[in-house]
């Protein structure tokens, strides 16, 4: 599998769990615009069988090489991004995973119960980016736990392996080419704009804005029943030229720290 076979299969996954994602792409589709992804984003803990490193190993295996790392030291979250060797459009890829050690011991308890049922064979397979839950049905009462301490903890839990978010490249619109009509559009279009920090994460002087929509509310099947819990959200990022005419590649610790926050528990 290539690396843009990844990227399609991940995307089919993410709009048909999301469809207030795939509103969003339709929205830009339908005033004409081709929607290039700026990156993707994934979740994982820092058990050595699933963290960044282990995560990464399909990207690598694909083309990518490591660009980046960050600390995100209220969060408690070490990351790293890729990016293509030779694919110049392929979207960055952000990887995140939460320190455990940094945690109480209950929550690394149902964690690491929670890691120890997933198969061998995922843990040894390209397709652990695709998984879901691969721990099995997940409980309510558990999720409730974990968001005390960290709401990040608690979507990984419910939902797995999976794209966190896509991310809409401002750069390459044509009808919109500033955040603030970006969002203005999508608030236009009934979705919420994720406003911890700001609505607009980032400035041009720092060569990166940012902004999201906070994660759709969806019907999600717990051992105790079906809860209404936030999913997955869209990202939406322009980026500005360096001092010699490079576009900047990177990404903001600071910034990304609230655009964490998109999928944290709301109720409409």
């Not at 002087?205 to 936030?230: D, H, T, V």
Request: proline share 3%; hydrophobic share 30%; aromatic share 14%.
């Amino acid at each position: 599998m290539n690396h843009e076979e990844i990227f399609d299969q991940l995307w089919t996954d993410y709009t048909s769990q999301n469809p207030s994602a795939r509103k969003v792409y339709d929205l830009f589709t339908e005033r004409g615009e081709t929607v290039i992804n700026d990156h993707i984003a994934f979740r994982t803990f820092n058990d050595p069988r699933i963290n960044v490193d282990a995560l990464s190993q399909v990207f690598l295996k694909t083309g990518y090489e490591e660009s980046g790392h960050y600390n995100f030291e209220q969060k408690k979250l070490n990351a790293k991004h890729f990016e293509h060797k030779t694919d110049k459009n392929a979207p960055r890829v952000f990887i995140s995973e939460l320190r455990l050690e940094e945690f109480s011991e209950e929550l690394q308890d149902i964690v690491k119960d929670s890691i120890d049922q997933i198969p061998d064979s995922y843990l040894l397979s390209d397709d652990l980016i695709f998984s879901g839950t691969v721990w099995g049905a997940t409980s309510y009462n558990l999720y409730q736990k974990l968001r005390i301490e960290s709401e990040y903890a608690a979507w990984l839990y419910a939902y797995g392996f999976r794209a966190n978010h896509f991310t809409v490249s401002i750069n390459h619109l044509k009808s919109l080419p500033e955040i603030k009509q970006v969002n203005r559009f999508l608030k236009d279009n009934g979705f919420l704009i994720n406003d911890s920090g700001g609505e607009i994460k980032g400035t041009p002087e720092e060569l990166l804005e940012q902004s999201s929509i906070k994660a759709g509310i969806i019907s999600y099947k717990f051992r105790e029943g079906e809860y209404n819990i936030p999913g997955c959200y869209y990202e939406f990022a322009r980026r500005y030229p360096d001092n010699e005419g490079n576009l900047y590649s990177g990404f903001i610790a600071k910034s990304a720290d609230k655009i964490f926050e998109s999928t944290n528990f709301y109720k409409k």
